[in-house]
């Protein structure tokens, strides 16, 4: 499969999994529009407030026009461009007076197919990973998912709601090290695709292989269910481990927000 169909199935998936995550939350807005998706939340973080372009058909104002909703609901928010397939953007974000952030592309987007054979995961002795599959499964995740990403326990709380767990198209997992929640993760499948998220472990069980084991458990589960692509959103701390379980790069996004107030 070539990288242009990888980099397209890598962007949908997790437009439609950021869409529903931020859709969760009180008071968001999440719309397609004129090409354009629009997530706004109101957390402040800005990769739950962000205007991504859908496809090649987006016509020049269709940003200035989510921009304006985003600014005027007062968002922390990122037009995220990807690299080489959004450069005709360009023009319109540097007229909306945004600056990149950071200076280079911050979140590399990866695929892996083919997938490996089903029921290769290997686990560490004493390790398990489970479905969620009750209230007190997803609270597990939540509160391991806050901590592993050191971000507020309330923020995870008003993006993963029991309505997740439960839309059939998502998987949620924890990963039970003696019986004590230390890694989580979550995959979503649209169509052929399987997307990896909320990959995170508390830092006292890091440098164990929880993060990359619980990875190709969701790859495993996402080809049992007739998935044949995995895609992801990579950290700069899991690009590496990622790319040893055979994910490439297959599109960069680079970030474009309003300039900061100059520190005194």
């Known amino acids: 499969m070539d990288m242009t169909t990888l980099a397209r199935l890598e962007h949908e998936n997790m437009l439609a999994a950021m869409s529903l995550f931020c859709g969760q939350v009180s008071g968001s807005r ?105 209230a007190q499964g997803m609270e597990d995740h939540r509160r391991t998912a806050a901590a592993g990403f050191e971000m507020p326990l309330e923020w995870l709380e008003t993006v993963m709601t029991q309505a997740v767990s439960e839309n059939p198209a998502v998987a949620v997992y924890v990963g039970y090290t003696d019986g004590l929640p230390v890694t989580t993760g979550l995959g979503m499948r649209t169509g052929r695709t399987i997307g990896v998220y909320n990959i995170s472990t508390v830092e006292s069980a890091r440098r164990k292989g929880y993060g990359a084991a619980m990875t190709a458990r969701i790859v495993d589960d996402g080809a049992a269910a007739g998935c044949d692509v995995a895609i992801l959103q990579a950290s700069e701390m899991g690009k590496p481990i990622y790319e040893r379980l055979g994910f490439r790069t297959v599109v960069e996004y680079m970030g474009y927000i309003d300039p900061e107030p100059a520190s005194e």
């Open 30 to 134: 999440v719309e397609s529009r004129d090409g354009v998706t629009l997530i706004a939340t109101g957390l402040p973080l800005r990769l739950f407030n962000q205007v991504l372009v859908e496809g090649d058909d987006a016509p020049a104002g269709a940003i200035g026009a989510a921009v304006a909703v985003t600014r005027g609901r007062g968002d922390r928010f990122v037009v995220n461009l990807r690299g080489g397939t959004d450069d005709r953007h360009l023009g319109a974000v540097e007229q909306l007076g945004l600056v990149p952030f950071p200076d280079n592309p911050w979140m590399p987007g990866m695929a892996l197919h083919p997938l490996p054979p089903v029921g290769g995961t290997a686990v560490a002795a004493g390790h398990e990973i489970r479905p969620v599959t009750d």
